[in-house]
C-alpha cells in the first residue's frame, strides 16, 4: 500500500497564477483532509471531506476550492495565488466512522512558493 | 474553538534519558492525537487516545478527559526521536477530523 500519496512535491508559482494540489489515499478511508504547515507552526485545518460527496471548511479556506473527485482522491485548488500562500500542503486521510481508529495517516507534503 | 497549548516548546536531551511532553486542550475532546515530524518533514501517527493510557514499545501517552490534558512519555529517548511532537484535538460535538493543532515541542537528542 502506498498509503496517502501527493503530487507534486515542489512547485512554485508567481502570484496570481492558479494550480491544482492532488492527493489520493489507497486505505479505503472515509474523510480525507488538506492543511496548510507555516515556518514555526503547527497545522491549520483548510478544507475537509467527511465522506465521499461532501466537502466543508476549515480554519483557513480563503484563497482554496477543494473537490472530492471520488472515494480514493481529494484535490485542492489556489484559483489566484498569492504570496501569503506559501507554505507546505499536507494531505491526510482516516477511517472517521471507525471508533478507536480515527488516527489520521499523512501524505509527504507538498512545499509551496509563490513568488 | 478549541485551543490546544504544548509544553516545553523545546526540549533536549541526551540519548537515554526520559522525557514527558505536555498538552492541554480548552474543552472537552472526542479525538486526541499525538504526532512525530521528523526531521524529513513526514508526520506519522504514534497515538490516537482521547482518553485513557496507551503504550507503544518506548512511547506511551495518557489522556486525562476530565482535567483536560494529555501527556506523551519517551522513555530511553534515541537520536532518531528528535523531531517535533504535535498534539491535536478537536472539541465534542463537531467533526471528529475536525482537528486543532498545537504549536509543538521540537525534541533534540544528542549522542
Known amino acids: 500500500n502506498a498509503g496517502v500519496t501527493q503530487t507534486p512535491k515542489f512547485q512554485v508559482l508567481k502570484t496570481g497564477q492558479s494550480m491544482t494540489l492532488q492527493c489520493a489515499q489507497d486505505?479505503?478511508?472515509?474523510?480525507m483532509y488538506w492543511y496548510r504547515q507555516d515556518p514555526g507552526m503547527g497545522l491549520r485545518l483548510i478544507y475537509y471531506?467527511?465522506?465521499?460527496?461532501?466537502?466543508d471548511k476549515g480554519e483557513v479556506p480563503n484563497g482554496y476550492n477543494v473537490s472530492r473527485l471520488n472515494k480514493r482522491e481529494f484535490s485542492l485548488r489556489l484559483e489566484s495565488a498569492a504570496p501569503s500562500q506559501t507554505s507546505v500542503y499536507f494531505c491526510?486521510?482516516?477511517?472517521?466512522?471507525?471508533?478507536?481508529?480515527?488516527?489520521?495517516?499523512f501524505g509527504p507534503g507538498t512545499r509551496l512558493t509563490v513568488l | 474553538g478549541i485551543q490546544v497549548e504544548q509544553s516545553p516548546p523545546d526540549l533536549i536531551l541526551q540519548e537515554g534519558a526520559n522525557s514527558t511532553l505536555r498538552c492541554n486542550f480548552s474543552?472537552?475532546?472526542?479525538?486526541l492525537q499525538w504526532f512525530h515530524q521528523n526531521p524529513w518533514g513526514q508526520l506519522i501517527n504514534l497515538f490516537y487516545?482521547?482518553?485513557g493510557t496507551k503504550q507503544n514499545g518506548r512511547l506511551s501517552a495518557t489522556t486525562v478527559a476530565t482535567e483536560r490534558y494529555s501527556l506523551l512519555y519517551i522513555s530511553s529517548s534515541q537520536t532518531t526521536d528528535s523531531g517535533v511532537y504535535f498534539c491535536?484535538?478537536?472539541?465534542?460535538?463537531?467533526?471528529?477530523?475536525?482537528?486543532?493543532f498545537g504549536q509543538g515541542t521540537i525534541l533534540t537528542v544528542h549522542p
Open positions: 471531506s467527511a465522506s465521499e460527496g461532501t466537502t
Open positions: 491526510a486521510s482516516s477511517d472517521s466512522l471507525a471508533v478507536g481508529r480515527r488516527t489520521q495517516y
Open positions: 474543552d472537552s475532546v472526542n479525538n
Open positions: 491535536a484535538a478537536n472539541a465534542g460535538g463537531t467533526s471528529y477530523g475536525k482537528l486543532t
Open positions: 487516545i482521547p482518553s
Open positions: 486505505m479505503n478511508h472515509n474523510s
